[in-house]
Nanobody, 122 residues
Framework: QVQLLESGGGLVQAGDSLRLSCAASGRTFSDYAMGWFRQAPGKEREFVATINWSGRSTDYADSVKGRFTISRDNAKDTVYLQMNSLKPEDTATYYC???????????????WGQGTQVTVSS
C-alpha cells in the first residue's frame, strides 16, 4: 500500500555529484524507515543507505560512506540520496525502499520503487 517513485538518475562523469529523490504515497510516510539499494549488471542487489522514521538515525554501506548522504523530508513525503565523488563502480539501477524498521537485508524490505538508472563514466 506504499508507492515509491524515484527520480534524478542520469549520466555523469567520475567525481561529479547527483541527487536522487523518492516520492512516497499511499500510507503515512513518517511511519516508515526509508532506504536505497542498487543493482549493477551481473551483480546482486546491494544495500546503499537507510534512514529511520524521524531522520535522526542513518546507516551506510562501507562503499559509499563519506560520499553519499541520505535524508528525508516528512512534510513532503520524500527521501533523498545525495551522491558526491561518484565513481564508475557506482553505476547501477538505484531503488528506493520502505520498511517498518531500518534494515540492510533486501529480503526484509516491504516496498520497492521502480528504480532509476545512474551511470558514471570514467
Amino acid at each position: 500500500q506504499v508507492q515509491l517513485l524515484e527520480s534524478g538518475g542520469g549520466l555523469v562523469q567520475a567525481g561529479d555529484s547527483l541527487r536522487l529523490s523518492c516520492a512516497a504515497s499511499g500510507r503515512t510516510f513518517s511511519d516508515y524507515a526509508m532506504g536505497w539499494f542498487r543493482q549493477a549488471p551481473g551483480k546482486e542487489r546491494e544495500f546503499v543507505a537507510t534512514i529511520n522514521w524521524s531522520g535522526r538515525s542513518t546507516d551506510y554501506a562501507d562503499s559509499v560512506k563519506g560520499r553519499f548522504t541520505i535524508s528525508r523530508d516528512n512534510a513532503k513525503d520524500t527521501v533523498y540520496l545525495q551522491m558526491n565523488s561518484l565513481k564508475p563502480e557506482d553505476t547501477a539501477t538505484y531503488y528506493c525502499t520502505a520498511d517498518t524498521i531500518m534494515t540492510r537485508l533486501s529480503r526484509w524490505i516491504d516496498y520497492w520503487g521502480q528504480g532509476t538508472q545512474v551511470t558514471v563514466s570514467s
